[in-house]
């Protein structure tokens, strides 16, 4: 059966357990990274755990209860009601969208642009949205991104859209999280790249870069994703050549051994 397929690919894959996991120095010791899946990420640092877009399609077995959970869209890969309950520690907040909260009113609305402070953590909201003309698949105001502030770095996790000037103008960024929208034509790893040194985080990791992955997840019935992701982590790569910026690749997408 596909659904025991897909299982298969998460526990054998390993997408789940800390061996994936990068480390970043920080104030009082490092910032735990765990890439869950697609655009599901668990940062840890110092006792508190922050999750970014869980999604209960990933291997959350080993995912640690969140103090502060971020959404940053209304797509169901992004904004997954069963993952938000599963990692919710009592009384934690969720930070959504306008558009998210509408579909999941147990949470606060953190509009582009605004900012606060959660379970003790500074975040501000990044707008995220498309400016090709006459193809708003992602419209302004509907998606975030976030900055979070952890042991004095500041993480930014993009969420899904084109290289707005409201991302060329981040400033004192450590990290960075990058989504690539493909196979849809745009933020492709050359404008990824550029728009990455406009910022010039000290570590990079791209997310949301394979879609067929991702649309495989959720339908299983379809066909299983054939996507070159490697020669597009490459490519990114090449693209940031004699610059001073790290690229992690984070394995979001454990491989597919039944085909």
């Known amino acids: 059966m596909r659904t025991s397929a897909i299982m298969a ?3 054998l894959g390993g997408s789940s357990a800390a061996a994936q996991s990068s480390r970043i120095p920080a104030d009082m010791g490092d910032i735990v990274v765990t890439p869950i899946v697609h655009a599901s990420v ?8 922050v999750h970014v877009d869980p999604w209960s ?6 995912a640690k209860q969140a103090d502060l959970i971020l959404v940053t869209d209304d797509p169901g890969h992004h904004l997954d009601p069963v993952a ?3 990692l919710r520690k009592t009384g934690a907040p969720v930070v959504v969208t306008e558009t998210a909260h509408a579909k ?6 953190l509009a582009n642009g605004e900012r606060g402070t959660f379970a003790g953590i500074q975040v501000e909201a990044v707008a995220a949205y498309d400016m090709t003309p006459g193809q708003p698949w992602h419209p302004k105001g509907e998606a975030n991104g976030y900055v979070v502030t952890l ?9 899904v859209g084109e290289c707005v000037p409201e991302i060329q103008a981040l400033t004192n960024i450590d990290v960075a ?25 000290d570590v990079v990791y791209l997310y949301h870069y394979d879609n067929g ?7 299983p019935d379809r066909s299983q994703p054939n996507e070159d992701t490697q020669n597009t982590l490459r490519a990114f790569e090449a693209a940031l050549t004699d610059e001073a910026i790290e690229f992690r690749d984070g394995n979001w997408y454990p491989p597919i051994t039944d085909r």
Do not use: H
């Not at 399609?57 to 080993?62: A, E, F, H, N, V």
């Open 177 to 201: 999280f990058m989504p690539m929208n493909l196979p849809v034509d745009r933020m492709r790893p050359r404008p990824v790249a550029e728009c990455v040194k406009t910022f010039n985080p």
């Open 57 to 62: 399609k990933g291997d959350l077995s080993q």
């Open 84 to 86: 938000i309950d599963q």
């Open 104 to 109: 999941y009113a147990n949470s606060t609305i």
């Open 213 to 219: 992955y991702a649309g495989w997840l959720q339908n």
């Open 151 to 159: 042991g004095g770095k500041r993480l930014f996790f993009s969420g």
């Open 42 to 49: 668990q940062v840890e640092y110092d006792g508190t755990v």
């Open 9 to 11: 690919v998460l526990l």
